[in-house]
T-cell receptor, first 114, second 111 residues
Framework: ETGVTQSPTHLIKTRGQQVTLRCSSQ?????VSWYQQALGQGPQFIFQ???????GRGNFPPRFSGLQFPNYSSELNVNALELDDSALYLC?????????????FGSGTRLTVV | KQEVTQIPAALSVPEGENLVLNCSFT??????LQWFRQDPGKGLTSLLL?????REQTSGRLNASLDKSSGRSTLYIAASQPGDSATYLC??????????FGKGTRLSVIA
């Protein structure tokens, strides 16, 4: 059973650019959620996808968007990058949306915006 | 709106000590609570998952308890080791809402 895999591990972008982060969910999981973690803070919910549909969104602007694919892998896209977007981005997968079976997290992507 | 608080924010103990990390949440209508470990700059490793119907879960030297009615959970670490040094996060799940995290407790175990 494979866990959650995220790529890339590190990324440096310039303000105003666009970035795409990728996540492969754990085998058998059909729900993927994305979190942003600033230094010294707990992870903040960005959005969640269940069976390729967005079914929850946190307090993030529309320039944060995502996709989930038929194999349940997912992408997080951020347009018009700002310096405050620098953070660790975490992807988590779970068995079913709302069943409370626990979440499995990936190792994260460290994004630095300069 | 669910809010999760973890106390203390940081803790430094000598090797071998038993210790308790605290987590409180404002809305007791939760499905489960999950404790995670995070090493610096790394992702989250799940330690224990407690369903709302359970009182505690144990894994090795770790024991987590849940008192849903009072909105509290504790993570007990027995015989701490330097390798336990990390940030410990608790998160609550309330159905279709996302996980809500505390800010974590940064633990240092001194050899």
């Amino acid at each position: 059973e494979t866990g959650v895999t995220q790529s890339p591990t590190h990324l440096i972008k310039t303000r105003g650019q666009q970035v795409t982060l990728r996540c492969s969910s754990q085998s058998g999981h059909n729900t993927v959620s994305w979190y942003q973690q600033a230094l010294g803070q707990g992870p903040q919910f960005i959005f969640q996808y269940y069976r390729e549909e967005e079914n929850g969104r946190g307090n993030f602007p529309p320039r944060f968007s995502g996709l989930q694919f038929p194999n349940y892998s997912s992408e997080l896209n951020v347009n018009a990058l700002e310096l405050d977007d620098s953070a660790l981005y975490l992807c988590a997968s779970s068995l079913e949306s709302g069943t409370g079976g626990g979440y499995t997290f990936g190792s994260g992507t460290r994004l630095t915006v300069v | 709106k669910q809010e999760v608080t973890q106390i203390p924010a940081a803790l430094s103990v000598p090797e071998g000590e038993n210790l308790v990390l605290n987590c409180s949440f404002t809305d007791s209508a939760i499905y489960n609570l999950q404790w995670f470990r995070q090493d610096p700059g790394k992702g989250l490793t799940s330690l224990l998952l407690i369903q709302s119907s359970q009182r505690e879960q144990t894994s090795g030297r770790l024991n987590a308890s849940l008192d849903k009615s009072s909105g509290r959970s504790t993570l007990y670490i027995a015989a701490s080791q330097p390798g336990d040094s990390a940030t410990y996060l608790c998160a609550v799940f309330s159905g279709n809402t996302p996980l809500v995290f505390g800010k974590g407790t940064r633990l240092s175990v001194i050899a």
